[in-house]
């Protein structure tokens, strides 16, 4: 989402990539106190949750950087102050969450609403990762920024014409593509800062292993359990005696639509000791060298696709099988393609 209009001039400049976000500085409401960053210090506080995502998702940091700089105006924007929106993510269809309205291509239109500035990065990662339209970037070179700064424009993230170039050129001024090569750089001193962007003389080397169980983005700290597994590259737990949706939302902070979503069930579902609950979207197909499960009694495809990951309509859809039905004991049930027709 791309605000349309800031005052006379602003357009022409902001397309031309002559804003920054020291330079154009919203007015905040004066009930907040939302800090007011430049590019530097937003960089500086949102690098590590990019990187995080990064490994989490696929999504380059520098994209995700860049997106959430021009989208908010480095967290100075109202949806951001307001929403913690810091993406311009409408509520589409699928978004049960709470909402903000806000004038964008058409009046009082309908934006995600967020506890939390993190919250929001996470949103848009599997908003990337999930989203049909988007699946394509996937298969680009992750650091090939370009690529999927053009992609964003193609695949209609926003109606600005020159939505991609405005991405590459957030990148560039800020040697944002340090960050997808496994790399982190140093703010330069305060004695040698000449031009407010990071240097990237001295990159020092970034662990390129699985997200840590702790990190922590600027001033914020996000903890991840020992108690998250892990099963197809998807975080998942084990449901313990008496736990209910509630105590797992407050202790993973999951929004409240996200845990049934994740794991296809009803919205009003009710959790069940050592029951799999899966943290994030599940895929298309399991992973390598699992290729088909031959079904036992009291198998349900619902089964199959938890334990392996998978999500159920995909899973139908390999198998050549209708929704709601089950296989017989016995069955080869395809995990990662279409199951052959003879």
Same mark, same amino acid.
């Given at each position: 989402?791309?605000?349309?209009?800031?005052?006379?001039?602003?357009?022409?400049?902001?397309?031309?990539?002559?804003?920054?976000?020291?330079?154009?500085?919203?007015?905040? #409401?004066?009930?907040?106190?939302?800090?007011?960053?430049?590019?530097?210090?937003?960089?500086?506080?949102?690098?590590?949750?990019?990187? #995080?995502?990064?490994?989490?998702?696929?999504?380059?940091?520098?994209? %995700?950087?860049? !997106?959430?700089?021009?989208?908010?105006?480095?967290?100075?924007?109202?949806?951001?102050?307001?929403?913690?929106?810091?993406?311009?993510?409408?509520?589409?269809?699928?978004?049960?969450?709470? %909402?903000?309205?806000?004038?964008?291509?058409?009046?009082?239109?309908?934006?995600?609403?967020?506890?939390?500035?993190?919250?929001?990065?996470?949103?848009?990662?599997?908003?990337?990762?999930?989203?049909?339209?988007?699946?394509?970037?996937?298969?680009?070179?992750? %650091?090939?920024?370009?690529?999927?700064?053009? +992609?964003?424009?193609?695949?209609?993230?926003?109606?600005?014409?020159?939505?991609?170039?405005?991405?590459?050129?957030?990148?560039?001024?800020?040697?944002?593509?340090?960050?997808?090569?496994?790399?982190?750089?140093?703010?330069?001193? #305060?004695?040698?800062?000449?031009?407010? &962007?990071?240097?990237?003389?001295?990159?020092? #080397?970034?662990?390129? *292993?699985?997200?840590? &169980?702790?990190?922590?983005?600027?001033?914020?700290?996000?903890?991840?359990?020992?108690?998250?597994?892990?099963? &197809?590259?998807?975080?998942?737990?084990?449901?313990?005696? +008496?736990?209910?949706?509630?105590?797992?939302?407050?202790?993973?902070?999951?929004?409240?639509?996200?845990?049934?979503?994740? &794991?296809?069930?009803?919205?009003?579902?009710?959790?069940?000791?050592?029951?799999?609950?899966?943290?994030?979207?599940?895929?298309?197909?399991?992973?390598?060298?699992?290729?088909?499960? %031959?079904?036992?009694?009291?198998?349900?495809?619902?089964?199959?696709? !938890?334990?392996? *990951?998978?999500?159920?309509?995909?899973?139908?859809?390999?198998?050549?099988?209708?929704? *709601?039905?089950?296989?017989?004991?016995?069955?080869?049930?395809?995990?990662?393609?279409?199951?052959?027709?003879?």
């Amino acid at each position: 989402m791309i605000r349309k209009v800031f005052i006379y001039i602003a357009p022409v400049l902001l397309a031309a990539g002559l804003f920054s976000c020291r330079a154009y500085r919203p007015v905040a #409401s004066s009930h907040t106190s939302a800090p007011r960053y430049s590019d530097e210090e937003y960089i500086h506080h949102y690098s590590d949750l990019a990187v #995080s995502e990064m490994k989490r998702t696929g999504v380059p940091a520098s994209i %995700t950087l860049a !997106q959430a700089m021009i989208e908010s105006d480095c967290g100075h924007s109202r949806l951001a102050l307001k929403a913690n929106n810091y993406f311009g993510i409408k509520c589409h269809d699928d978004w049960n969450g709470p %909402t903000i309205r806000h004038n964008d291509d058409r009046r009082n239109e309908c934006f995600r609403k967020y506890r939390k500035p993190e919250e929001s990065f996470y949103d848009h990662s599997d908003f990337l990762r999930s989203g049909s339209r988007y699946s394509f970037l996937f298969d680009l070179d992750p %650091t090939d920024y370009k690529a999927w700064a053009r +992609g964003l424009k193609k695949a209609g993230y926003a109606t600005n014409p020159d939505y991609a170039n405005m991405l590459i050129r957030k990148i560039e001024a800020n040697n944002l593509m340090i960050y997808d090569r496994g790399y982190t750089v140093e703010k330069r001193s #305060s004695e040698n800062k000449d031009s407010g &962007n990071f240097q990237a003389d001295n990159p020092v #080397s970034r662990d390129p *292993g699985p997200v840590a &169980n702790n990190y922590t983005p600027g001033n914020f700290v996000m903890e991840r359990p020992r108690r998250i597994m892990e099963n &197809n590259r998807i975080k998942y737990i084990i449901a313990r005696d +008496g736990e209910t949706r509630e105590k797992i939302d407050d202790e993973f902070q999951l929004l409240r639509w996200e845990l049934a979503r994740y &794991n296809e069930l009803p919205s009003d579902f009710m959790v069940v000791p050592g029951q799999i609950l899966y943290l994030q979207p599940k895929r298309s197909k399991a992973e390598p060298g699992k290729e088909y499960y %031959t079904t036992e009694e009291g198998d349900t495809m619902y089964m199959i696709s !938890q334990k392996y *990951g998978v999500r159920l309509k995909d899973l139908y859809e390999m198998n050549r099988m209708d929704s *709601g039905t089950e296989p017989s004991p016995g069955t080869r049930i395809w995990l990662r393609r279409i199951k052959p027709v003879n």
